[in-house]
């Protein structure tokens, strides 16, 4: 049935290159949408995740990490007080604007904590040291920056919303959800640095607690400081990915994307298909009439739906690492495509692809036998 189910595939080459080709946009663009998903919810959590703080407090009815509200700092002493906690350090995230050499400006975001713990939002640079942060205004910034603030290097300075600062490392690997700059300096360093966030506030405090400390009781009392949220370090990140999902219809149109592409995959084969049986009728009318039975002729068609849809998978993959790599050098954004997305793209295809032959069995299950012996 394989040779069979092959030599009727191939009886129309031109068909068969056109029914490839859909299956293999369909491929490429489910994926690359999906890994671009990925890659935008990573970076939307990222300092969150990479941080090893247990619990994070932020300003009541805080969101998401982007945009969290400052409030009063004396509430980093409240959480210390509490007897699970073992150690308290307070975090700025603002926003600024960077000037460029060109005259324009370019807003950045800035990231405002101790350099001095080994546990902060940067623990390896590509070039300079961590410690060189306590150099009176002194940032680090991410070597994809560049994309946005034109050339610099270590011992550059540089104009951040009417302060003049300079860089003192380079980190590589530290992307924003909005593709902003970041700009990583000592607390210090970005209280000093105009924005929103006012002097006597911070923005979050994290807290680690105590070897063997009793996680919910600390909760417990944490939740009881007035006018902050308590997260720990999962739910912050789950409730930062869950905005950017449900809130700004970024899933919404994800999905839509990834269905439409699915939609054109299955017509593509669907459309191969029939139109492939709709040709072969008597063919395969010939074979009923000599006593074959209907699941050997089902068999071929499940047979050409399987052929088409692994054939045009391998070529859609292989078109997708290509074009994420593309995607990533002109936006800097490097789509995410992990092992288990790929199998489960491959077995999406497959199973579109079956879907796609139901229209072609259930022709030949009403076809008549008989009209291999009509004129």
């Excluded at 050098?329 to 579109?352: C, F, G, K, N, R």
Aim: glycine share 8%.
């Amino acid at each position: 049935m394989v040779p069979v189910a092959w030599r009727i595939l191939l009886h129309d080459k031109v068909r068969l290159a056109i029914t490839l080709a859909g299956i293999t946009f369909s491929v490429v663009l489910v994926l690359v949408e999906v890994g671009i998903y990925l890659r935008i919810l990573t970076n939307s959590s990222l300092l969150i995740d990479t941080s090893d703080a247990d619990v994070w407090v932020t300003a009541r009815d805080c969101r998401n990490f982007d945009f969290s509200l400052p409030f009063d700092a004396t509430k980093a002493e409240a959480v210390r007080s509490c007897p699970q906690v073992a150690r308290v350090e307070k975090l700025i995230m603002t926003w600024g604007l960077a000037r460029l050499p060109t005259g324009g400006s370019e807003q950045v975001q800035i990231i405002g904590f101790d350099p001095w713990k080994a546990t902060g939002p940067l623990t390896d640079l590509v070039s300079g040291d961590i410690l060189d942060l306590k150099t009176p205004r002194g940032v680090v910034l991410d070597e994809s920056s560049r994309r946005r603030l034109g050339p610099f290097q270590v011992g550059d300075y540089m104009e951040v919303t009417g302060r003049r600062v300079k860089v003192v490392g380079v980190s590589q690997g530290i992307h924003s959800l909005t593709t902003s700059p970041m700009l990583f300096a000592s607390y210090a360093t970005a209280q000093e640095i105009p924005s929103p966030v006012l002097p006597g506030q911070t923005v979050f405090v994290l807290a680690w607690l105590k070897d063997g400390a009793d996680r919910a009781q600390a909760l417990a009392t944490l939740r009881r400081i007035p006018d902050v949220d308590v997260h720990t370090r999962g739910a912050f990140s789950l409730k930062t990915r869950l905005y950017w999902t449900f809130e700004t219809g970024m899933g919404l149109g994800f999905l839509m994307v990834t269905f439409m592409g699915l939609a054109i995959g299955m017509v593509m084969v669907g459309q191969t298909l029939y139109a492939s049986t709709m040709q072969h009728q008597r063919e395969f009318a010939t074979l009923k009439a000599i006593g074959a039975e209907n699941r050997m002729i089902y068999g071929i068609l499940v047979r050409q739906a399987a052929s088409v849809a692994l054939a045009g998978y391998a070529v859609g993959l292989a078109a997708t690492h290509g074009v994420a790599r593309l995607y990533g050098e002109a936006t800097d954004i490097w789509v995410i495509l992990p092992a288990p997305i790929q199998a489960a793209m491959l077995v999406l295809t497959v199973l579109m692809c079956m879907a796609a032959s139901l229209i072609s069995i259930r022709k030949v299950m009403v076809l008549d036998p008989m009209i291999v012996f009509k004129a």
